[in-house]
């Protein structure tokens, strides 16, 4: 089931704003618990809007089992928001201020685990929004990893290698402080790759003296897991895989449009051409690029090495063959469409981006990135037939990975490329099937099925672990 969209602001009454944020809530504890969420944080959108998605999916359980009702209540309230300044100096010699981030949002199967994410407009809305939302993903896993999310509102495109390194250094230096291997272990997000993972972890070394695995996301030679910057996109692919076995069907000459050409788009792709798909366009915030007969190895490497700077922008892309678009999005790609991947970020398709998707025959959407279509783009699909499947269970590959590093730390081993890969299948599979499993228990979509499987194993160590 997906929920209503948040209310705008307008000039509609209290009342009624209330009674828009309440729909599609049929269940009356768990109205009582959206309401207490709404009045504590009225001006996070992003957070409201992952609690309502959330609630509406998992009401089938509360008739179940009433006693986790409290259990979610609890769950929508974060353990610990940390919020700090981070003051760094640019290259003019100029002192620059940012602010950072870490919101520690459950601790019930594991340590806190969630990725940084460095970009302009970040606030503490978004933060929660994906902290709440990598708690479930994280259960996915079956990994014993709870859920957490961080970052900053630094641009980090622009910048020089010398600006990224004081900042990221002036980020740990309070960041330090709440982490630990045992307590909360960030990885990377949008803006924060390997370059950064290693500014923040030897600062981390520096203040501490401890050589630990506190960051994932590492580089090979300094404890970090092979496939891990590959995790997340291969592992939509898997999933992708997965769910059309089990229809008959596979993944051989399907025409796919994945949005985004950061690390997980073209991860994503990488795995799509691997698996015979063709991958039609991709996009970045300039606009997209459409090759009609599919992107080869070659064309996909050019745009690897665009996107090595943040700076880098598709619109240098050049191919005879390729078109460029500025300022739109790849779901208006005119031409038959098997199955989209957007691989970019949160909101991104919108309902006018699913109608198009429609119209051009997609059968299938996977999400890649967290959160990426609409709730009204959602009902879009449902509405028409097409099989979606939600981040909360296509895109854990990467946290999966993440937790892999963080076992491989703590044995003080590094696994093959091979072992890496064989748990990562494993662990997609495991989460296919029970995603499947449960909508079928529920009778319930599958993205509302990630959202129950998820919420169940969290709950249960919630509740067992009392009022904490």
Same mark, same amino acid.
Request: charged share 25%; glycine share 10%; with cysteine.
């Given at each position: 089931?997906?929920?209503?969209? /948040?209310?705008?602001?307008?000039?509609?009454? $209290?009342?009624?704003?209330?009674?828009?944020? @309440?729909?599609?809530?049929?269940? $009356?504890? #768990?109205?009582?618990?959206?309401?207490?969420?709404?009045?504590?944080?009225?001006?996070?959108?992003?957070?409201?809007?992952?609690?309502?998605?959330?609630?509406?999916?998992?009401?089938?359980?509360?008739?179940?089992?009433?006693? @986790?009702?409290?259990?979610?209540?609890?769950?929508?309230?974060?353990?610990?928001?940390?919020?700090?300044?981070?003051?760094?100096?640019?290259?003019?010699?100029?002192?620059?201020?940012?602010?950072?981030?870490?919101?520690?949002?459950?601790?019930?199967?594991?340590?806190?685990?969630?990725? /940084?994410?460095?970009?302009?407009?970040?606030?503490?809305?978004?933060?929660?929004?994906?902290?709440?939302?990598?708690?479930?993903? *994280?259960?996915?896993?079956?990994?014993? +990893?709870?859920?957490?999310?961080?970052?900053?509102?630094?641009?980090?495109?622009?910048?020089?290698?010398?600006?990224?390194?004081? &900042?990221?250094?002036?980020?740990?230096?309070?960041?330090?402080?709440?982490?630990?291997?045992?307590?909360?272990?960030?990885?990377?997000?949008?803006?924060?790759?390997?370059?950064?993972?290693?500014?923040? &972890?030897?600062?981390?070394?520096?203040?501490?003296?401890?050589?630990?695995?506190?960051?994932?996301?590492?580089?090979?030679?300094?404890?970090?897991?092979?496939?891990?910057?590959?995790?997340?996109?291969?592992?939509?692919?898997?999933?992708?895989?997965?769910?059309?076995?089990?229809?008959?069907?596979? @993944?051989?000459?399907?025409?796919? #449009?994945?949005?985004?050409?950061? *690390?997980?788009?073209?991860?994503?792709?990488?795995?799509? +051409?691997?698996?015979?798909?063709?991958?039609?366009?991709?996009?970045?915030?300039?606009?997209?690029?459409?090759?009609?007969?599919?992107?080869?190895?070659?064309?996909?490497?050019?745009?690897?090495?665009?996107?090595?700077?943040?700076?880098?922008?598709?619109?240098?892309?050049?191919? $005879?063959? !390729?078109? &460029?678009?500025?300022?739109?999005?790849?779901?208006?790609?005119?031409?038959?469409?098997?199955?989209?991947?957007?691989?970019?970020?949160?909101?991104? #398709?919108?309902?006018?981006? !699913?109608?198009? @998707?429609?119209?051009?025959?997609?059968?299938?959407?996977?999400?890649?990135?967290?959160?990426?279509?609409?709730?009204?783009?959602?009902?879009?699909?449902?509405?028409?037939?097409?099989?979606?499947?939600?981040?909360?269970?296509?895109?854990?590959?990467?946290?999966?990975?993440?937790?892999?590093?963080?076992?491989?730390?703590?044995?003080?081993?590094?696994?093959?490329?091979?072992?890496?890969?064989?748990?990562?299948?494993?662990?997609?599979?495991?989460?296919?099937?029970?995603?499947?499993?449960?909508?079928?228990?529920?009778?319930?979509?599958?993205?509302?099925?990630?959202?129950?499987?998820?919420?169940?194993?969290?709950?249960?160590?919630?509740?067992?672990?009392? !009022?904490?």
């Amino acid at each position: 089931m997906v929920p209503a969209e /948040l209310p705008p602001s307008s000039p509609r009454s $209290p009342k009624r704003m209330q009674e828009d944020w @309440l729909e599609g809530i049929e269940h $009356p504890g #768990l109205r009582r618990v959206l309401e207490t969420v709404k009045e504590r944080d009225p001006a996070q959108p992003e957070f409201l809007a992952a609690v309502k998605e959330v609630a509406a999916s998992i009401q089938p359980v509360f008739e179940r089992r009433p006693e @986790l009702l409290p259990v979610f209540a609890q769950l929508c309230e974060p353990e610990r928001q940390i919020i700090f300044r981070v003051p760094w100096i640019d290259d003019a010699g100029q002192m620059q201020i940012n602010r950072g981030f870490r919101v520690q949002f459950s601790s019930a199967i594991g340590p806190y685990k969630g990725g /940084l994410r460095f970009r302009q407009g970040v606030n503490l809305s978004i933060i929660k929004f994906l902290g709440f939302e990598q708690v479930f993903k *994280n259960a996915l896993t079956t990994l014993p +990893m709870g859920g957490g999310k961080g970052g900053s509102d630094f641009d980090p495109k622009g910048k020089s290698e010398a600006e990224l390194q004081r &900042f990221c250094q002036s980020f740990m230096t309070e960041l330090y402080r709440h982490i630990g291997d045992e307590t909360d272990v960030p990885a990377g997000d949008i803006g924060v790759g390997t370059r950064e993972i290693g500014y923040l &972890f030897g600062q981390y070394k520096r203040l501490t003296g401890v050589y630990g695995g506190v960051l994932t996301g590492k580089g090979l030679e300094w404890g970090g897991s092979r496939l891990r910057p590959e995790a997340t996109g291969y592992g939509a692919v898997f999933f992708a895989k997965e769910l059309l076995e089990d229809e008959g069907d596979t @993944l051989v000459g399907k025409r796919c #449009l994945v949005s985004g050409s950061g *690390n997980v788009a073209q991860h994503c792709a990488q795995k799509l +051409m691997d698996e015979g798909a063709l991958v039609l366009g991709m996009s970045d915030s300039r606009g997209y690029i459409f090759e009609r007969d599919g992107l080869t190895r070659e064309q996909l490497a050019q745009i690897s090495a665009i996107k090595e700077s943040h700076s880098g922008q598709l619109e240098q892309y050049r191919s $005879p063959t !390729a078109v &460029f678009v500025q300022g739109r999005r790849v779901w208006e790609v005119d031409g038959p469409i098997d199955a989209a991947f957007p691989c970019a970020t949160q909101h991104e #398709l919108d309902l006018e981006d !699913a109608q198009q @998707l429609v119209q051009h025959g997609c059968k299938f959407v996977f999400e890649g990135a967290n959160m990426p279509c609409t709730p009204r783009a959602v009902r879009c699909f449902e509405e028409h037939g097409v099989v979606f499947s939600p981040a909360k269970a296509v895109n854990a590959g990467g946290v999966a990975v993440s937790g892999l590093e963080m076992t491989q730390d703590r044995l003080g081993m590094q696994w093959s490329e091979e072992e890496v890969d064989a748990k990562l299948r494993a662990i997609m599979h495991s989460i296919y099937r029970t995603c499947k499993e449960t909508a079928e228990e529920y009778h319930t979509t599958l993205a509302a099925a990630a959202n129950i499987a998820g919420f169940l194993r969290v709950a249960e160590a919630q509740r067992a672990q009392g !009022a904490v």
